[in-house]
């Protein structure tokens, strides 16, 4: 069975850091894109990073230069690194990655960023 499972939210000042982990299991994980997501009341759902088994990066024009995806197989876990956070960044963020037409999301969580 495939799961996937965020941590690292919470509660930041603006100007703060946090570090997102995604672990995946029941996967080949080394194989797949994984991706970030995210997702604040009464907005669509964000693609805010992307990450290629071969290590290539996306980022959404508005977290580039302050958010950083990475991951390491061994341990079949994604990251996201968020720094210089905005309170726009606040939202559940969603790990990801898609198989054929099928896509596959943790349970979010939550960052907020306020004063």
């Known amino acids: 069975q495939v799961q996937l499972v965020e941590s690292g939210g919470g509660l930041v000042q603006p100007g703060g850091s946090l570090r997102l982990s995604c672990a995946a299991s029941g996967i080949s994980f080394s194989i797949y894109v994984m991706n970030w997501y995210r997702q604040a009341p009464g907005k669509q759902r964000e693609l805010v990073a992307t990450i290629r088994s071969g290590r290539t990066t996306i980022y959404a024009d508005s977290v580039k230069g302050r958010f950083t995806i990475s991951r390491d197989n061994a341990k079949n876990t994604a990251y996201l690194q968020m720094n210089n956070l905005k309170p726009d960044d606040t939202a559940i963020y969603y790990c990801?990655?898609?198989?054929?037409?099928?896509?596959?999301w943790g349970q979010g969580t939550q960052v907020t960023v306020s004063s």
């Open positions: 990801n990655f898609n198989s054929g037409a099928k896509s596959y």
